[in-house]
């Protein structure tokens, strides 16, 4: 079985830290993306790679970047994190096959920001 | 554009009843079409899929999909909900983009309760 894996599943930081959440998929996907999820605004994208060293901001990109240096490991990085970003991050992967697979999830990292 | 609509952001059924949540999706093209469950504080896990096949689509613990082209509908059932199967289902359908590459798109989710 394909597995993602994210390396906290819980998180606290303080106003203004710089957060790194960590992503590794070990299924030799292609793509990968990161999600944030908050109650009745269901997943939302906020940045997607399809290579190694490529990215496309997604929907909400402001205040993430991500890198890709590695094929299976994909990071978001909060460049200063507030606490309007407290919330569920997910990460996916998948083949470029997405039509016919869908992705594979990782168990998603809580990040409180106080 | 392709868009997906789940009808009803809560649900609420009693134990052994049955379970109907609620999917249509626009897309100018055939979609692909997914429902993924999420358990709380966990990610999402693919339950089945819709891959211009069967149009009856089982997946895992018991729930099963009918594509209707004509409605455009993707609903997902269960003839008898268990205490288990209470969590967060979403609806996506596949979306071409850029290097015939395809992002999933999402509905918002409908959350599952099952009273004893």
């Known amino acids: 079985d394909v597995k993602v894996t994210q390396s906290s599943r819980y998180l606290v930081k303080r106003t203004g830290e710089k957060v790194f959440l960590e992503c590794v998929q070990d299924?030799?996907?292609?793509?990968m993306f990161w999600y944030r999820q908050d109650p009745g605004l269901g997943l939302r994208l906020i940045y997607f790679?399809?290579?190694?060293?490529?990215?496309e901001k997604g929907d909400i990109p402001e205040g993430y970047s991500v890198s890709r240096e590695k094929k299976e490991r994909f990071s978001l990085i909060l460049e200063s994190a507030s606490t309007n970003q407290t919330s569920m991050y997910l990460c996916?992967?998948?083949?470029?096959?997405?039509?016919?697979?869908?992705?594979?999830f990782g168990s998603g990292t809580r990040l409180t920001v106080v | 554009a392709q868009s997906v609509t789940q009808l009803g952001s809560h649900v609420s059924v009693s134990e052994g009843a049955l379970v109907l949540l609620r999917c249509n999706y626009s897309?100018?093209?055939?979609?692909?079409l997914f429902w993924y469950v999420q358990y709380p504080n966990q990610g999402l896990q693919l339950l089945l899929k819709?891959?211009?096949?069967a149009t009856l689509v089982k997946g895992i613990n018991g729930f099963e999909a009918e594509f209707k082209k004509s409605e455009t509908s993707f609903h997902l059932t269960k003839p008898s909900a268990h205490m288990s199967d209470a969590a967060e289902y979403f609806c996506?359908?596949?979306?071409?983009?850029?290097?015939?590459?395809?992002?999933?798109?999402w509905g918002l989710g409908t959350s599952l309760a099952v009273n004893p």
């Open positions: 897309s100018s093209v055939p979609p692909y």
């Open positions: 996916a992967s998948s083949t470029h096959r997405i039509g016919e697979e869908g992705y594979t």
């Open positions: 299924m030799d996907h292609e793509n």
């Open positions: 790679s399809y290579d190694v060293k490529m990215k």
């Open positions: 819709y891959t211009s096949a």
């Open positions: 996506a359908v596949s979306r071409l983009g850029a290097g015939n590459n395809r992002k999933l798109i």
